[in-house]
């Protein structure tokens, strides 16, 4: 079992978590050639980096010698129910898909086309029922307390230095969660998503690192203890990864699908379709896998039974 501590800096925290994070985000957009606006997505993963920072410090006294066991961040299910949604719409879309693309009649295909247009390009409204989380003014108070007592420890010539360092990071905060807020409002399946990362609670006293096989191997060969702010940074550096490739793989559904419905009726192919679909289904499942799996059947269960009421 991988232990770990608490660094006692809530400066070191936030820069070497934005560091980790940002290093995981440009080795993963170096290594895929995708359009430029989605994947300059350094700022959405740093925007999370900043609440997930809050979270360590709010849930954490600040020591150095704090042992730290393995347990996974949490959120209540029904902060899961809008990605369940988006889950199902998508299922539902490459089922139907897979039969476009094996087609032949006209009808039938102008009638599968029709199907998809109502999942892929109408709104689904995947948040309904939650409370909308307003942009915060400030970070929370064990934030703020927490940067007092470090700066009680600092000398009189370091402390001018430690409060422009915290005024530019809340500042940056407040920007990132700002341009993330109105990415949502454009975005259905971010705001589903992100409803739920962004009720994700980590105990920062016991985690697990969710990190890539080859990287918890490296992690074990070099004798390398992860603490909490390295155990985040490789956890929601994934979550936001395997999320932005949904993300794009939906774009270039929505862009195929209007196309294919652009064509004669003889001339529809939805076999690129499928398989951009089938990526998204892929992107999709691999974000579901960092949720534990009892938490994803019930939220699961609670949407399929939303479809079978009477609307």
Same mark, same amino acid.
């Given at each position: ?279 998204? =289904? ?25 479809? =079978?009421?009477?609307?």
């Amino acid at each position: 079992m991988l232990r770990g501590t608490v660094p006692s800096s809530p400066s070191l925290i936030a820069n070497v978590f934005c560091d980790n994070v940002r290093r995981v985000a440009a080795f993963d957009f170096g290594c895929r050639s995708t359009s430029l606006d989605r994947r300059s997505t350094i700022n959405d993963i740093a925007s999370f980096t900043s609440a997930a920072i809050l979270c360590v410090i709010t849930q954490t006294t600040m020591t150095t010698t704090s042992p730290a066991l393995a347990v996974a961040p949490f959120s209540p299910i029904d902060a899961l129910l809008p990605a369940a949604r988006v889950k199902i719409t998508l299922d539902s879309a490459v089922n139907i898909a897979s039969q476009l693309s094996t087609a032949t009649d006209a009808n039938e295909k102008r009638e599968l086309l029709h199907d998809l247009e109502g999942l892929l390009l109408v709104t689904q409204n995947y948040t309904r029922g939650t409370t909308p989380m307003a942009v915060p003014q400030q970070p929370a108070k064990q934030y703020l307390n927490a940067y007092d007592d470090y700066r009680r420890s600092l000398s009189l010539l370091e402390k001018p230095g430690a409060i422009l360092v915290q005024n530019g990071e809340i500042d940056a905060w407040k920007r990132l969660k700002r341009e993330e807020r109105v990415r949502e409002d454009a975005d259905e399946v971010r705001a589903a998503l992100n409803y739920y990362t962004s009720n994700l609670n980590f105990n920062s006293q016991e985690f697990i690192l969710t990190a890539t096989r080859e990287e918890r191997s490296r992690l074990i060969r070099d004798d390398k203890i992860p603490d909490v702010k390295t155990v985040i940074a490789s956890d929601m550096g994934l979550r936001y990864l395997h999320r932005n490739d949904l993300l794009t793989a939906c774009d270039d559904a929505r862009a195929e699908l209007n196309y294919q419905m652009k064509q004669d009726p003889n001339s529809i192919d939805g076999g690129e379709l499928l398989d951009i679909l089938l990526m998204a =289904q892929n992107a999709c499942t691999k974000w579901f896998a960092l949720i534990d799996e009892r938490d994803m059947m019930a939220a699961m269960e609670i949407v399929q039974k939303e479809k =079978q009421m009477p609307k």
